[in-house]
Nanobody, 124 residues
Framework: QLQLVESGGGLVQPGGSLRLSCAASGFTLDYYTIGWFRQAPGKEREGVSCISSSDPSTYYADSVKGRFTISRDNAKNTVYLQMNSLKPEDTAVYYC?????????????????WGQGTQVTVSS
């Protein structure tokens, strides 16, 4: 069974940090572009960050640039999203997703596999 499983979400105070993990089973992440998306209540799902399969290129939404870092550990078949200096507006369900397309064209419509999501709540 092919699936992505996110973990690492939770409740954190503003200014705090969390590290999300996205582990794959049933397939190898090496060959896929991996994106992190998030969806807040009442809002559309938006792209947060992306990492290419074939080179170390990474991409970030302007809202998280300088605070979030995406990385991959192919030996563990896992992609991470380190989130620092968290803000209340970062509160959302975070999803990882695998695509056979390069980051530059990855959107919610070009995803091959979605994870189930993990809740991140930033609140004092």
């Amino acid at each position: 069974q092919l699936q992505l499983v996110e973990s690492g979400g939770g409740l954190v105070q503003p200014g705090g940090s969390l590290r999300l993990s996205c582990a794959a089973s049933g397939f190898t992440l090496d060959y896929y572009t991996i994106g992190w998306f998030r969806q807040a209540p009442g809002k559309e799902r938006e792209g947060v960050s992306c990492i290419s399969s074939s080179d170390p290129s990474t991409y970030y939404a302007d809202s998280v640039k300088g605070r979030f870092t995406i990385s991959r550990d192919n030996a563990k078949n896992t992609v991470y999203l380190q989130m620092n200096s968290l803000k209340p507006e970062d509160t959302a369900v975070y999803y990882c997703a695998a695509s056979s397309q390069p980051c530059i064209v990855v959107t919610t419509t070009t995803i091959d596999y979605w994870g189930q999501g993990t809740q991140v709540t930033v609140s004092s």
